[in-house]
């Protein structure tokens, strides 16, 4: 049985940030955006998980990719 991971981001991504995810096996799966005097985003992440983590993890946080965009620093 395949166990999954999940991962919550809570601002707007760039085209650049979902691709690094997605090489990093993060799949979308939801985004809401919502109003409260200005606009959130709330993006939803799964991946399987790798057979040594015991438990599902839930992450908010504000990204940080595990390699760094290139053109940054």
């Known amino acids: 049985m395949t166990r999954w991971e999940y ?12 691709n690094r995810l997605g090489e990093e096996g993060w799949e979308l799966v ?3 955006r919502f109003v409260q005097r200005k606009i959130h985003h709330k993006w939803y992440f799964k991946r399987p998980k790798e057979e040594s983590e015991e438990r599902v993890r839930v992450e908010v946080t504000n990204y940080t990719p595990e390699k760094e965009v290139a053109g940054s620093a």
């Open 7 to 18: 991962r919550i981001i809570q601002r707007e991504l760039t085209e650049v940030e979902l």
């Open 30 to 32: 939801a985004k809401e």
